[in-house]
C-alpha cells in the first residue's frame, strides 16, 4: 500500500480521524433519536432536554468538521419545527 513514510503516517491519521468521525456521528444519531422519542412522548422536560443535547452535538459535530454545516442546520431546523409542534 504507502510506499513512503509520510504515505504511511498519512495513512495512520486516517484510520485514526475515520474512527474518531464515526464515533461522533454515532453519537449525533442516537442524540438525534432519542429527541425523537421525546418529541413523540410529549413531556416538555424531555423534550426540551432531548433537543437541547442534539442540537449541541449537531452544532459541534459540524465546527469539528464531521458533518457539513448547512446539514447540521437543516437537521437542527427539522428537530426544532417537530419540537415546537409537539409542544403546542
Known amino acids: 500500500m504507502a510506499n513512503t513514510r509520510s504515505a504511511e ?3 495512520r491519521q486516517s484510520q485514526k480521524r475515520r474512527a ?3 464515533a461522533v456521528r454515532s453519537a449525533v444519531k442516537t442524540a438525534v433519536k432519542d429527541a425523537r422519542e ?4 410529549n413531556d416538555p422536560a424531555k423534550v426540551t432536554d432531548a433537543v437541547t443535547l442534539a442540537v449541541r ?5 459540524a465546527s469539528k468538521g464531521v458533518l457539513h454545516k448547512r446539514t447540521a442546520a437543516r437537521r437542527i431546523s427539522r428537530l426544532m419545527k417537530k419540537s415546537a409542534a409537539a409542544m403546542k
Open 20 to 22: 474518531r468521525n464515526t
Open 38 to 41: 421525546a418529541i413523540a412522548s
Open 57 to 61: 452535538k449537531l452544532s459541534k459535530a
Open 9 to 11: 503516517k498519512r495513512n
